[in-house]
């Protein structure tokens, strides 16, 4: 019987022995060498959001469309002076800390906001006056 226990207590241990580890983490992921400040990732995040917006609306297809994304972001990363690896790596390196990267698609989310307000404000016809 004791045989008995230990064979089914080992099959128990064993699977925790092997999510144990699996649930340590690092308190604080690795900081990437060239991460780019919030502030930079702000304007880059808002207008990739209109890109996405503008290839979506281009009602082209699927694998077109694709094409046209990456090229038109490879051109505002080229605009901004970074690498696209850099930019996957500090988004990677935010998303870790979803306080950091709360806030920075809170202003983003406002960025976009004034713009869209902006564009509704010049895009109105100009009243006459009235004589």
């Keep these: 019987?004791?045989?008995?226990?230990?064979?089914?207590?080992?099959?128990?241990?064993?699977?925790?022995?092997?999510?144990?580890?699996?649930?340590?983490?690092?308190?604080?992921?690795?900081?990437?060498?060239?991460?780019?400040?919030?502030?930079?990732?702000?304007?880059?995040?808002?207008?990739?959001?209109?890109?996405?917006?503008?290839?979506?609306?281009?009602?082209?297809?699927?694998?077109?469309?694709?094409?046209?994304?990456?090229?038109?972001?490879?051109?505002?990363f080229w605009q901004q002076s970074i690498t696209d690896s850099a930019f996957h790596r500090s988004y990677r390196y935010y998303g870790m800390h979803g306080k950091d990267l709360e806030e920075i698609y809170q202003v983003v989310i406002d960025t976009l906001n004034q713009r869209a307000a902006k564009l509704e404000y010049y895009s109105k016809p100009n009243p006459t006056p009235a004589r």
């Excluded at 808002?46 to 917006?53: G, S």
Aim: net charge negative; aromatic share 4%.
């Design 1 to 76: 019987m004791k045989s008995f226990h230990r064979r089914y207590l080992g099959l128990l241990l064993a699977p925790l022995l092997l999510v144990v580890p699996a649930c340590e983490r690092p308190e604080e992921p690795p900081q990437p060498e060239e991460l780019l400040p919030k502030e930079k990732m702000i304007p880059i995040l808002a207008d990739l959001q209109v890109l996405e917006a503008r290839v979506e609306n281009s009602h082209l297809r699927p694998d077109s469309a694709q094409a046209l994304f990456q090229a038109q972001q490879k051109s505002l």
